[in-house]
């Protein structure tokens, strides 16, 4: 079992930057790719990014592309996700999860951290 902790959510302006970070305990995430989703009231989640095990791998979601960096640090068992030039329309739960190397499908998931962007 992997344990996941989101934090560094908050309220922030429009144009401001933010770092949230995702914890895992339980497991070493050897072998574990991580994403980061978001869930805005009365949407459907959306991908925002994912980082392979060793990190040269990062696609990212369109809406966020050029301005999002995903990162992880294995020797902490931590992952991040440096945003820049927030928009209102990024105001979302940012919820972590991860999956098998080989596989598509995410099986942990954290409970999420809500970052507001005011306008």
């Known amino acids: ?3 996941l902790v989101e934090s560094g959510g908050g309220l922030v302006q429009a144009g401001d930057s933010l770092r949230v970070s995702c914890a ?3 497991r070493a995430l050897n072998n574990y790719a991580m994403g980061w989703f978001r869930q805005a009231p009365g949407k459907e989640r959306e991908f925002v990014a994912d980082i392979n095990w ?4 990062t696609p990212y979601g369109d809406s966020v592309k050029g301005r999002f ?3 992880r640090d294995n020797a902490k068992n931590t992952v991040y996700l440096q945003m820049n030039s927030l928009k209102p329309e990024d105001t979302a739960v940012y919820v972590c999860a991860a999956r098998l190397g080989w596989s598509s499908t995410y099986i942990y998931w954290g409970q999420g951290t809500q970052v507001t962007v005011s306008s």
């Open 54 to 57: 060793s990190g040269d791998s």
């Open 24 to 26: 895992a305990s339980g």
């Open 69 to 71: 960096t995903i990162s």
């Open 1 to 3: 079992q992997v344990q």
